[in-house]
Structures are given as C-alpha cells and as structure tokens.
C-alpha cells in the first residue's frame, strides 16, 4: 500500500493569502487527486493531478482558485489562493494505482481569518 | 452521473448491538467499484472495503459484513455486536472506470454512535 504525505499538517492563514500543500508518495502512482472536506460533510472532489500535464477540475473548482501541479509521479501541490474564510477546510491528498484502493494522506487543516 | 446516496445521516446504537448502514449508488457504467471508509474522531480514513462490479459475493471480515447487490443499486455494511470503538462516520464510495475515468466520489456519510 501507498503511504502519503502531507505538509502542511495544519495552517493558520490570513484572508487574502496563499497556501501550497505538498503531498509526496512513497511509490510511483497512476493517479493523484485533491479532496475538500468542509467541517462536518463529506469528502468533495477538487480535481485530479494529471502528471507533466494541467489538471482536470471538477465543477465549482477553477484552476485561478486552485492551482496544482504534478511533475513527476510521485508529487503533487496544491495551491489554495486568495483565501477566505471559506476556504477553511481540510485537504487532502489520494492516490491510487489501477482501479484499486484510493489511498488517503493525513490531511491539511486549513483555517482562515 | 455517478451518485451515492447514504440516507441515514446519523444512527446511534447501543454496544453490541447490530447496525447496519445503507448505501445506494446510481451508474451508468457496468465496470465500476464501490467503496467504503472510516473516519473516526481523530481525521484519518480508514479503508475498509472495495468491491467490483463483477462481483457480488458478500464479504465478510471479522465483525464488518457487507452486501452488495446490482438489482437494487445497493451496498450496504453491517457491523454485528457494536463496540465503543466503532463510533466514526462512515462513507460510502463509487468510481465509474470508464464514464468518469476512475474518479472515486464519496457520498454524504452516516455518523455512527455507539452508545456504552
């Protein structure tokens, strides 16, 4: 199994702010997505990580908002830009290799004031 | 579209008792994989189980217990004599190989208590 890594683990940011979360895996995967997860829902798809390539975003996600890269297949970041309060969240990053497990880092709490 | 509906917002249950949480999804894909994860109070998710399309076998594991069937659109978990520990939100899964290129979409999540 894939074991990831996220940093920040958690942030405290100003309004108006960026912040890029890293997230590394130990091993090379096929695929690499960015999850949102408002306090107390579920689990929102931000876009899929597409490697040397731009990133395919899901509805209500835009690239401006949500910057990400994948150069390689063991890396992503994630940009979350301009933030408010809204933005407060935690994100988190998954991988999965073939159709299999999807495998979650730890998660980056994100709160914004 | 890919959809996952988990009707049961929140259960609570006292300990030892049998729960189980339904999960119905909607696809237009005959290859497709369903999931479930747990998160308990700390954040992190927990796999559980992915099954494929292909196979309707129900799975059991240990406690966990899981019935999957394609004439109803259903998944559902059932965890026999409750424990304390069990006490998370539960989420149910759905990744259409082919329509949505694999993407896995998670549905709203059923918050279990396990009552003392």
């Known amino acids: 199994s894939a074991v990831i890594s996220q940093k920040p683990s958690r942030d405290i940011c100003q309004r108006g702010t960026s912040l890029t979360i890293q997230c590394q895996v130990d091993s090379q995967v096929t695929m690499m997505f960015w999850y949102r997860q408002q306090p107390g829902q579920s689990l929102t798809l931000i876009a899929t990580a597409n490697q040397g390539s731009e990133a395919t975003y899901e509805s209500g996600f835009v690239i401006d908002k949500f910057p990400i890269s994948r150069p390689n297949l063991t890396f992503s970041t994630l940009t979350v830009s301009n933030m408010s309060p809204e933005d407060s969240s935690i994100y988190l990053c998954?991988?999965?290799?073939?159709?299999?497990?999807?495998?979650f880092g730890e998660g980056s709490r994100l709160t914004v004031l | 579209a890919q959809k996952v509906t988990q009707a049961q917002t929140e259960i609570s249950v006292v300990e030892k008792e049998d729960v189980t949480l339904d999960c119905v999804y909607e696809t237009r894909d005959t290859t497709y994989y369903l999931f479930w994860y747990k998160q308990p109070p700390s954040g992190e998710l927990v796999f559980l189980i992915r099954r494929n399309s292909f196979d309707e076998q129900n799975e059991i594991s240990g406690r966990y217990s899981w019935n999957f069937q394609k004439s109803t659109s259903s998944f559902n978990f059932t965890i026999t004599a409750s424990q304390v520990v069990d006490s998370a939100v539960y989420f149910c899964a759905l990744s259409e190989v082919v329509t949505s290129y694999d993407k896995v979409i998670f549905g709203p999540g059923t918050s279990l208590s396990v009552i003392p």
């Open positions: 998954s991988a999965r290799d073939s159709p299999g497990e999807l495998f």
